[in-house]
């Protein structure tokens, strides 16, 4: 069992700048690949990152959503069994309820292919 903790949301100009934490207990962390994703009112809950668990810290694989690359970006912390995302230059259409997830078989991109989900942490980009 997992338990998943995400923070740092909050309301944000078009522009700005947030970070996501996400703090994991329970089985160990270094073992999960761990995931973002994103759900707006009215719309499936989409992907935005996700990072592996293999490899040291130089050698793990990171995946983004389209919308984000280059504004965003994924990185853990195994020592503090927390992943984060720093996202930059928010936009409007960034707004969202922003969940982290672990998974015990790889870095997927469907929510399907996660098996734990924290609570979720608001974020709201104003234009």
């Known amino acids: 069992q997992v338990q998943l903790v995400e923070s740092g949301g909050g309301l944000v100009q078009a522009g700005d700048s947030l970070r996501l934490a996400c703090a994991a207990s329970g089985r160990t962390f270094s073992d999960s690949a761990m995931g973002w994703f994103r759900q707006a009112p009215g719309k499936e809950r989409e992907f935005v990152a996700a990072i592996s668990w293999t490899g040291g810290p130089a050698d793990y694989g990171t995946y983004y959503a389209e919308s984000v690359i280059g504004r965003f970006t994924i990185w853990r912390d195994n020592a503090k069994n927390t992943v984060y995302l720093q996202m930059n230059s928010l936009k409007p259409a960034d707004t969202a309820v922003y969940y982290c997830?672990?998974?015990?078989?790889?870095?997927?991109?469907?929510?399907?292919?996660?098996?734990?989900w924290g609570q979720g942490t608001q974020v709201t980009v104003s234009s």
């Open positions: 997830a672990a998974s015990n078989s790889g870095a997927w991109s469907a929510p399907r292919g996660y098996d734990y």
